[in-house]
């Protein structure tokens, strides 16, 4: 491993350690750029210049989403008070945080508690074998950590794909363990966009796989992409035992399943849509 090499794994791993110190500590008011920088192992400074290079986002930006995130889920997922869950967004008062959140999600906390559903029921369509070409991460079903740092490295190395079939369409493919009957625990996500085929040399930091072709059920999701644990919850938990429907794995074993993103997605649009693909036997 070139010193270079060396460099890039030792900042990896800082980051890795300084995503899981926000983790842990999102409802802490002490959680700062210095606490972090200090967990990390650098100069404040230093940290906030690598963690935007990581991130694409400022320190500060990405704490709030993430608390943002977080109350999303405790409005949908408990019946706490909501001005409690703005405190624990790091509010100090409920007007500044509704307004927060409305700039976020395109709607109320009152209104997205009381929203109905995330899903519409499947259709089904038998589709043809696809590569796709991007960014992996690892990740696990209880925070989906790591996702977005995927996408922002996938819109970096967008230019050294080679071969897009389709520019306005992309596709977060998620690798279950071979172990895995549905979807749980870790798993790898890769973030990116068909391709007409996986070049015979490959393409530094970029990652090829082929989606088998085979019948699919295909859900649409509605709104945020921080519900859509909801949707997924509703499809392995609720849909599929009541179908008679039997999951399909990869010829290699292991489980899979992937969103489609057109269109019609956009994030802070309380009406967005995006597709979920189950491959069925």
């Known amino acids: 491993m070139t010193g270079e090499q060396e460099m890039v794994e030792e900042q990896r791993g800082a980051m890795r350690r300084a995503l899981d110190y926000v983790a842990a500590n999102l409802r802490d008011e002490g959680l700062s750029l210095e606490a972090a920088a200090r967990f990390a192992g650098y100069s404040p400074f230093h940290f906030h210049r690598l963690f935007q290079a990581w991130t ?101 190395r967008w230019p050294r794909i080679p071969d897009k079939t389709n520019e306005h369409v992309c596709y977060g493919l998620e690798l279950y363990e071979p172990a895995a009957v549905r979807r749980g625990g870790s798993f790898a996500y890769l973030a990116g966009v068909e391709v007409a085929a996986a070049p015979a040399a490959g393409v530094e930091g970029i990652v090829f796989r082929t989606i088998p072709g085979g019948r699919y059920a295909i859900f649409t999701h509605i709104g945020s992409t921080e519900l859509l644990g909801e949707t997924f919850d509703f499809i392995y938990r609720g849909w599929l035992p009541a179908s008679g429907e039997r999951l399909r794995g990869l010829p290699e074993g292991g489980g899979f399943d992937f969103e489609r993103y057109d269109g019609r997605h956009k994030e802070g649009d309380p009406n967005a849509e995006l597709d979920i693909y189950v491959p069925l036997a």
């Open 56 to 156: 694409g986002e400022t320190f500060g930006r990405y704490v709030r989403v993430r608390r943002l995130a977080g109350a999303a889920r405790e409005l949908r997922r408990t019946d706490r008070d909501g001005t409690r869950i703005a405190l624990d967004a790091g509010y100090g008062s409920q007007p500044s945080f509704i307004r927060s959140f409305a700039r976020m999600f395109g709607t109320s906390p009152r209104q997205f508690r009381r929203r109905d559903c995330t899903v519409h029921q499947p259709r089904f369509a038998e589709l043809a074998a696809r590569t796709v070409a991007g960014v992996v991460c690892l990740t696990d079903t209880s925070q989906d950590r790591n996702i977005a740092q995927a996408w922002t490295a996938f819109g970096a």
